[in-house]
């Protein structure tokens, strides 16, 4: 699809396409934190069964990994603030 195609679908209908985007933003956001709740609960569990943590102690992951596992959470927050921003916005678009 060229360019100019996809400007005369933004402006013939502003309001879904916006809503498009959004739900764009609102998949990639849900998939990012369910993938990162996925990997956390792995790696918690591989410790667990390599005995590396107490099973009447929570197991803890290291700093690295718990920095990154957080930024991926907010990054999937965001993600889904924005939707709901940008789904909000598209309901005053005209179209």
């Known amino acids: 699809m060229s360019l100019q195609a996809l400007w005369n679908l ?3 209908h ?3 396409v916006v809503n498009d985007l959004a739900l764009f933003f609102c998949l990639a956001g849900a998939w990012l ?3 990162t709740r ?3 609960r792995h790696a918690v569990s591989r410790l667990v069964t390599e005995g590396e943590a107490e099973t009447s102690a ?3 992951l290291d700093p690295a990994t718990a920095r990154i596992n957080r ?3 907010h990054f999937g927050f965001a993600c889904l603030a924005g939707a709901v921003v940008l ?3 598209s309901t005053h678009l005209r179209g």
């Open 87 to 89: 789904s909000s916005y």
């Open 10 to 12: 933004l402006q013939a």
């Open 14 to 16: 502003p309001g879904r």
């Open 33 to 35: 934190l369910f993938a």
């Open 71 to 73: 930024f991926f959470y």
């Open 58 to 60: 929570p197991a803890e």
């Open 38 to 40: 996925r990997r956390e």
